[in-house]
């Protein structure tokens, strides 16, 4: 790693070269710093605004799924999983290809590190059936399977003495004809100092895997810690894919996580509480039969993500979750302390699949926490763990946006359309529309992996800090420092919470699992006139906000192209997948009442 510095108005701002940067530190950015130092690039770092934050490291499931070509008992081909990951809508044969071949390679790296996946006791790596899944193809290390990935690839990162460049926000890429040659950060240890903290990178080679772009929404299981870097690919000219393709679905708010599996099969109450603190259950309202609304609550436990298929089946329940709480203004809370209206009798209500299941699994008795703690009973230890209990208090819900489907356009190597910029993870468009249940994790290893290898096979390494570069930085850095400062002024409160806030409310309201034509036009030409004015319009009381800032921005232009690709897909699709097209041609919200 070289150090040098340029020097704009007496002001000196920090120069540092290295042969590949690596931007983000989940699975997908340890993963590709241990790759590229395997294959002898020794000259990196990781570039992450905070080692612990970010998705990988702090989210999960009822049971978190790792997706891989079937290593037991049963026939399984690398062409019938690349078959399958296609088929799933969005994704590229080639994509799909690779991810199937390199799946092997990717998990057991992932063993042999000591993550704990399964295996019987002759040592095969034993799987079970996830959602689009024709084979057992799954499996998981329980429902922090990406924090232990996470834990264990950085911990591999550590050994090889790989340097972490923690607090450091990167925000704008250096490009040049269509080729990369660097990128500006926020170092947040020097934001006090003249030069506002902003340090140059010089890296001819960068691996983004900045996840995906959380922060578009208000409503999110992302963790808090996670906002997204898109914008700053997009801002660069790398060309988006499948922007428009979203994974929702129910999930607590105080606490994030998915409230799927058996939080859902057990049955608990659906209540909503308005502004006066009146209670009601809610589903009553809208269903003739309340042990109809029973069985579509149990359903919910499959079917957990919004599908616009299902809208007379389990997804009414996101839908009316929504209503509630979006136009009618009242909190959504899921009540295990009591049973729902429907089993006053007992269970003989229910539908013959979640009567089955619940007497297969013992728990045909009691109150909904009851029946949770006999089947699941670290689901209730979790939020325990969070000062939440499921004994004594309601869990408060909404639907929430829970993973981008699409994202930067790569090829089969994971290269954008920028020569040098390489995008793994969530950040990247490779998921698919309806994707098998775990896939996403297998992307990340496999996505990462083949970054890193075509650096290593087709570049020579290179930390020459060209004067030519210089040039460029100077003058990129001499318009960013007029406009940070431009943004401080300590006689006024800072308004980009309360403009975040706004912007990501709107989108959870309008452009996601139920899009409003209209409105999203309306949304759009506002975001354009904010982007616009974003300098002069904002206002931070001290540096220390500046990352915060300009993620604001990063995230203003994110949102644009999202919405942009929102808007043309509903006028030529309409209804697919994850997402409901409201107005205009498609439906009003008071025509998906049909039980009302």
């Known amino acids: 790693m070289k150090k040098g510095a340029i020097v704009i108005d007496n002001i000196k701002i920090p120069v540092i070269s290295l042969d590949v940067a690596v931007i983000g530190s989940g699975c997908a950015g340890f993963n590709a710093a241990d790759w590229l130092y395997t294959f002898g690039r020794k000259d990196i770092a990781i570039i992450t605004e905070g080692v612990n934050m970010g998705t990988s490291r702090n989210t999960g499931s009822d049971k978190q799924t790792y997706y891989k070509l079937s290593l037991s008992g049963g026939e399984d081909s690398v062409a019938q999983m690349a078959a399958d990951l296609f088929s799933g809508i969005g994704v590229n044969g080639d994509t799909a290809l690779a991810e199937a071949a390199g799946s092997v390679r990717s998990f057991i790296k992932l063993c042999n590190l000591g993550v704990p996946f399964p295996t019987n006791e002759y040592g095969e790596y034993v799987g079970y059936k996830t959602d689009h899944d024709p084979r057992q193809r799954a499996t998981s290390a329980g429902p922090l399977t990406s924090k232990m990935m996470t834990e264990c690839l950085e911990r591999a990162v550590r050994q090889k003495g790989i340097p972490i460049l923690d607090g450091m926000t990167a925000i704008k890429l250096i490009v040049n004809n269509g080729e990369m040659e660097g990128l500006i950060c926020l170092d947040r240890s020097a934001l006090n100092s003249e030069s506002l903290g ?93 042990c109809k609304a029973l069985d579509m609550v149990f359903l919910k436990g499959y079917q957990w993500p919004f599908d616009a298929d299902k809208i007379y089946g389990s997804s009414i329940i996101d839908i009316l979750v929504h209503y509630e709480a979006a136009v009618l203004g009242r909190r959504v809370f899921l009540d295990f302390r009591r049973n729902p209206t429907g089993m006053e009798n007992g269970f003989g209500g229910l539908g013959e699949e979640s009567y089955q299941y619940l007497s297969k699994s013992g728990a045909l008795f009691g109150t909904p926490i009851q029946r949770l703690e006999k089947m699941n009973r670290p689901a209730i230890e979790l939020y325990l763990e969070h000062g939440i209990d499921l004994y004594n208090e309601p869990l408060e819900i909404g639907v929430c946006a829970q993973h981008h489907n699409g994202g930067i356009a790569v090829d089969a190597n994971w290269q954008s359309d920028i020569k040098g910029l390489y995008v793994a993870g969530e950040a990247a468009g490779t998921f698919g529309v309806r994707r098998p249940g775990g896939s996403a994790l297998n992307s990340t290893q496999v996505g990462s992996l083949r970054a890193a290898e075509h650096i290593a096979c087709t570049t020579k390494p290179d930390t020459d800090i060209a004067p030519v570069f210089c040039s460029m930085a100077e003058k990129e850095v001499s318009v960013m420092l007029q406009q940070l400062r431009s943004c401080i002024n300590p006689e006024k409160p800072s308004n980009v919470e309360g403009m975040r806030k706004k912007i990501q409310l709107e989108m959870s309201r309008f452009a996601g699992h139920l899009r409003d034509i ?64 409201l107005s205009e041609d498609g439906v009003s919200i008071s025509e998906l009442l049909p039980f009302r």
């Open 198 to 290: 902003i340090t140059v990178v010089r890296a001819k080679r960068v691996i983004m895997a900045t996840g995906g772009p959380a922060g578009c929404y208000f409503n999110s299981v992302y963790p808090e810690s996670q906002t997204g870097m898109s914008g700053m690919a997009l801002e660069a000219g790398a060309k988006g894919c499948n922007l428009q393709e979203w994974q929702y679905g129910l999930a607590s708010l105080k606490f994030r996580w998915n409230v799927s599996g058996t939080y859902q099969q057990v049955i608990p109450r659906y209540i909503s509480i308005d502004k006066n603190g009146v209670e009601r259950e809610f589903l009553l309202d809208y269903f003739n039969e309340p």
């Open 518 to 581: 209209n409105e999203m036009k309306r949304m759009s030409g506002e975001l354009k006139q904010l982007l616009k004015d974003f300098f002069s319009v904002s206002t931070v009381s001290c540096s220390y906000e500046l990352p915060y800032l300009m993620k604001n921005r990063d995230l203003i232009i994110t949102q644009l192209a999202v919405l942009s690709a929102i808007i043309k897909t509903a006028e030529e699709i309409g209804s697919r997948g994850s997402s409901l097209v």
